[in-house]
């Protein structure tokens, strides 16, 4: 076997095995809060009969290790359960939101990716000059203004004052992709605003790295132009940090964009989990939360799969 | 008469240099050197490192390295002076009218492509040649210098080529262009000696061929004697003596020529009492965890105390394993190490303080081997405290003892690593290896990256402690140059066995076995016409047999 597809088999088994730990320790966490789901959907005023008779129902009386396996064995089917308090399918209800909060850290991506690498190579060809300073002061102050502010700084600005894009970022099925990506024009700034200064600065950060190689000497005694040296011969070699921290802030798209999401009205992942967590609707905040481990567990074993992959001694090995 | 092809006139080049604690400041490294390079000819630069002579090579291309400017003076290129062109005329000139071979192909090569890629990107992006074109020459050019399958090597990555191999396909890399000159600079340096005749024949042999003028830096005079029609010696950024190559090796005028040519002017002769040995090897094999083969393979090796064992052979051969091996870094899975009359434990926990006290180590790079932020007091006094429990006064006064027998001054001892020469740092090294009081002591490689005047200061040292200290060296080197000066009895390596081993005398003598005779005849000696000779008895004798 290709020593390279070993290499990979073992990442994507070791990234099983840490899904699965991260299920049973969710799922323990829950355990242990005050409560349970029977309290939740009961209310404070049950009396203890109605309590006891509740949990008789819902199963809640069993061992837990016998729930576990039940919800665990569940999740492997593709079936999370359901919510206590409306009594849906959770994989349909979080299927819709997950969907509409990937399209929006997917746009967002497209945007700030190319961006921040483009910014992290034109500030290593001008470094220490004023572009690199320029590009690293907006960066840096933009990670610093907290999302809230930014968003209603934009809503303000873009979208009161000039009146370019909606201040609130409802979508609906119903709508052209155009539409669409008019109504999640402001979120989308913001998170490239947010994500921008860690993989801008870690692009630069790398690649100024593999500047003081010694190839790179050569490629510059060849007669190359500055950034054919940068974007040719050095970026290849800064690959595997680059990735490393994108993907790390692609998983922030998905599962860290609450704040922003509340502020535009954006009807995804982050307002259903907070929605689920004041209702103490517990079988929806483990699938929320299991979908944001598997995330953000996927988007770094990717980041070390790609990083194997861009490293030409283990692509091509003696 | 035309133009030279090069004339450097009045060169100044300047450095800004970060002292520790003070601001920076701007020196001078060049002061002001002059020569001419004639259409198809070979200058050779030579002299120790800190000389200017790689600045000067890289001048020509109007390349410094980090901080390092021309500040005055002329060099032109074809009738052009090149520092007047600004960045977009050096772009021309670079990897297309000079190009540039390095001293070690393995950095200089980019790991993340091809070779094919890398070798023809300056043809083709100077627009000199198109793409098949490029690849044309450059498979000529592998099959020239001798590389194995030229046709299909170029699809092959760096990593997957040896090191000589790499060497090669940076000299192919400087000639693909069709430039009018290359600098060579130290291109053999970093390649064992028996890779080194092959991969300079075939430089030399490339130069002829395609009629391209060549600087050729190294600080080895013997081989720059073997392809220069002329050679520049340089000192402290100083031309000391230029002449034709005839005239510098065989009537040097200068003092310091010289001293460059009758190097390794140390005679000691060997001296084998009989008795007990300090340390015997028997039958010692060893291997890496994880692999199943032998790097050493039945080593006998037997070493008297106050006497020097040297360990010769290239890399790869284990000679560096065998000492990974007496030390217990790599516990050996097979004989047995006896050491001071007692038996040593394989792996090295569980050695004894005195086991580890009387068996100490010089390493080859110094300045790695030394913590950057501790003082040479502090290095040096780490194993008085460790082993002899020395504290405040008592400690003071032997580090200065110890610094005094490394012929280096009390100043030195609150000096950081940084603020001293390659030669001062090995000696900082031998001195915490002699503050252990050991009976042995392995030295690795300690003298190869040392310029060679330096080198011989540091062996001339290490020879006189021995007498003093009574201390026996298992000294690891590839240059045999440095085995005749000291050894008293020699082990040569090939692929993890010891192939002949014996008495200084004996296993310099004839008649030699086959790959003894290769490494000897194929260090370079400093008389015109050497590498003709070997090369074409080599051809003799493949084509005798």
């Known amino acids: 076997m290709h020593p390279i597809v070993k290499l990979v088999v073992q990442r994507l088994a070791l990234g099983l095995l840490l899904l699965w730990a991260t299920s049973i320790l969710l799922f323990s966490l829950t355990e242990a809060l005050p409560g349970d789901a029977a309290q939740a959907v009961l209310g404070q005023n049950a009396t203890p009969q109605a309590l006891a008779n509740m949990r008789e129902e819902m199963g809640l009386n069993r061992p837990a290790v016998t729930r576990y396996a039940e919800w665990f064995g569940g999740i492997l089917h593709g079936d999370l359960g359901r919510s206590i308090i409306n009594k849906v399918e959770i994989s349909e209800s979080v299927g819709r939101r997950l969907s509409t909060t990937i399209f929006l850290a997917f746009w967002a991506a497209v945007v700030a990716v190319p961006l921040s690498i483009f910014l992290g190579l034109l500030a290593v060809r001008f470094r220490e000059r004023w572009p690199d300073k320029l590009i690293s002061g907006l960066s840096l102050a933009s990670i610093s203004i907290p999302e809230f502010l930014l968003g209603y700084l934009l809503m303000y600005f873009v979208g009161v004052k000039l009146g370019w894009f909606p201040t609130n970022a409802i979508i609906s099925d119903g709508m052209t992709l155009g539409q669409k990506l008019n109504a999640i024009a402001l979120p989308v700034i913001v998170l490239t605003m947010v994500v921008l200064a860690h993989m801008m600065r870690m692009t630069r950060a790398a690649i100024l790295n593999v500047m003081q190689s010694a190839y790179i000497e050569t490629a510059e005694l060849k007669g190359l132009s500055g950034f054919d040296v940068i974007w040719k011969h050095a970026f290849p070699n800064a690959i595997a940090p680059i990735v490393n921290v994108v993907m790390l802030n692609l998983a922030y798209l998905v599962v860290g964009v609450v704040v922003v999401e509340v502020v535009f009205v954006y009807p995804g992942m982050g307002q259903f989990l907070v929605d689920a967590v004041s209702k103490r609707d517990v079988p929806v905040v483990l699938a929320c939360g299991i979908i944001f481990a598997a995330i953000y567990i996927g988007m770094n074993m990717l980041a070390d799969i790609v990083s194997i992959i861009a490293n030409p001694r283990l692509r091509h090995p003696k | ?545």
């Open chain 2, 1 to 545: 008469m035309s133009d030279p092809l090069l004339r450097v006139r009045d060169l100044k080049i300047g450095a800004t240099v970060y002292p520790p604690g003070e601001k920076p400041k701007k020196i001078e490294i060049v002061h002001g050197v002059s020569f001419d390079l004639e259409k198809g000819k070979v200058l050779g630069l030579i002299g120790e490192s800190g000389a200017g002579k790689s600045t000067i090579g890289l001048s020509s291309l109007g390349y410094g390295r980090g901080g390092v400017e021309i500040t005055g003076g002329e060099v032109w290129v074809n009738g052009r002076d090149i520092l007047k062109g600004g960045i977009k005329g050096l772009r021309k000139l670079r990897g297309a009218e000079v190009t540039y071979v390095a001293q070690s192909a393995a950095a200089s090569f980019n790991p993340a492509k091809k070779l094919m890629e890398q070798v023809t990107e300056g043809a083709i992006s100077h627009g000199r040649m198109t793409r098949a074109e490029a690849e044309k020459r450059a498979v000529e050019l592998f099959r020239k210098l001798g590389l194995p399958d030229p046709e299909n090597i170029g699809n092959r990555y760096p990593h997957q080529v040896s090191g000589g191999q790499l060497q090669r396909c940076m000299t192919a890399l400087a000639l693909c262009p069709k430039p009018d000159l290359v600098v060579f600079d130290e291109p053999t340096t970093a390649l064992d000696v028996t890779t080194q005749i092959d991969v300079l024949a075939a430089i030399k042999e490339a130069i002829r061929d395609t009629g391209v003028a060549a600087l050729y830096i190294t600080h080895d005079l013997a081989v720059v004697a073997q392809v220069s029609d002329h050679i520049m010696v340089l000192r402290h950024g100083e031309t000391v003596e230029y002449g034709e190559t005839d005239q510098i090796i065989n009537a040097p005028q200068k003092e310091y020529t010289q001293a460059l040519v009758s190097v390794r002017s140390i005679e000691h002769a060997e001296n084998l009492p009989k008795g007990d040995p300090v340390l015997r090897v028997s039958h010692v094999t060893a291997r890496y965890k994880g692999t199943n083969f032998d790097v050493l393979k039945d080593v006998n090796v037997e070493l008297h105390p106050g006497k020097t064992l040297a360990v010769v052979g290239e890399s790869g051969s284990g000679k560096s394993t065998l000492a990974r091996a007496i030390t217990g870094l790599l516990p050996p899975t097979g004989g047995r190490i006896e050491f001071a009359g007692r038996t040593l434990s394989p792996g090295l926990n569980q050695r004894t303080r005195d086991d580890l006290r009387e068996l100490q180590m010089i390493y080859q790079m110094a300045d790695v081997a030394m913590n950057p932020r501790q003082t040479v007091g502090t290095i040096i006094g780490r194993p008085l405290e460790f082993y002899f429990g020395l504290r405040g006064d008592a400690k003071r006064k032997r580090i200065r003892e110890l610094l005094d027998e490394i012929e280096m001054g009390d100043g030195f001892i609150d000096r950081y690593p940084a603020e001293l020469s390659g030669g001062q740092k090995q000696r900082v090294c031998i001195a915490r290896a002699l503050a252990a009081k050991p009976k042995m002591i392995i030295c690795d490689e300690v003298t190869s990256a040392l310029d060679p005047l330096v080198a011989d200061g540091i062996l001339k040292l290490l020879l006189d402690l021995q007498k003093i200290e009574d201390v026996a060296y298992l000294f690891i080197t590839h240059d045999l140059a440095t085995v005749k000066a000291i050894a008293d009895s020699i082990a040569v390596m090939y692929r993890g066995k010891v192939v002949r081993y014996g008495p200084k005398s004996d296993v310099l003598a004839p008649p030699f076995d086959d790959y003894t005779d290769l490494l000897l005849s194929s260090v370079p000696e400093m008389r015109l016409g050497w590498l003709e000779e070997v090369i074409a008895s080599r051809r003799m004798e493949s084509a005798g047999n």
